[in-house]
């Protein structure tokens, strides 16, 4: 069993985006608004540390029910995502990208 994944299904139920799912969407586009760093912002808005942020961030952009709510949002975030994917891959291997 994993309990962690138990509390990723809690987070995010199957059927629509809770009202943490839309802050969350909300947040990524507009976090450079907040003064300082995104890590400190993420902390004072949600109350969470920056690792947990990015795992529900994570979890949430693969959901059709996000690419719903803001399509242009969540495809530029997959779209970095893969492209942060393809550069650490990239430097484990010795490649420059």
């Known amino acids: 069993m994993n309990p962690g994944?138990?509390?990723?299904d809690a987070a995010f139920p199957a059927d629509l985006l809770s009202e943490r799912d839309?802050?969350?969407l909300a947040f990524e586009r507009q976090w450079w608004?907040?003064?300082g760093a995104k890590e400190?912002?993420?902390r004072e808005t949600f109350d969470?540390?920056?690792t947990r942020y990015y795992q529900l961030l994570n979890i949430l952009i693969d959901r059709p029910e996000a690419l719903?709510?803001?399509?242009m949002l969540v495809k530029r975030?997959?779209?970095m995502r893969?492209?942060?994917q393809r550069q650490r891959a990239a430097r484990r291997l010795g490649i420059r990208p």
């Open 5 to 8: 994944r138990e509390d990723d």
């Open 77 to 79: 975030l997959r779209r």
């Open 40 to 42: 400190q912002a993420i």
């Open 68 to 71: 719903v709510h803001d399509p």
């Open 82 to 84: 893969t492209q942060r």
């Open 33 to 35: 608004k907040y003064a």
């Open 48 to 50: 969470m540390s920056a």
């Open 22 to 24: 839309r802050q969350i």
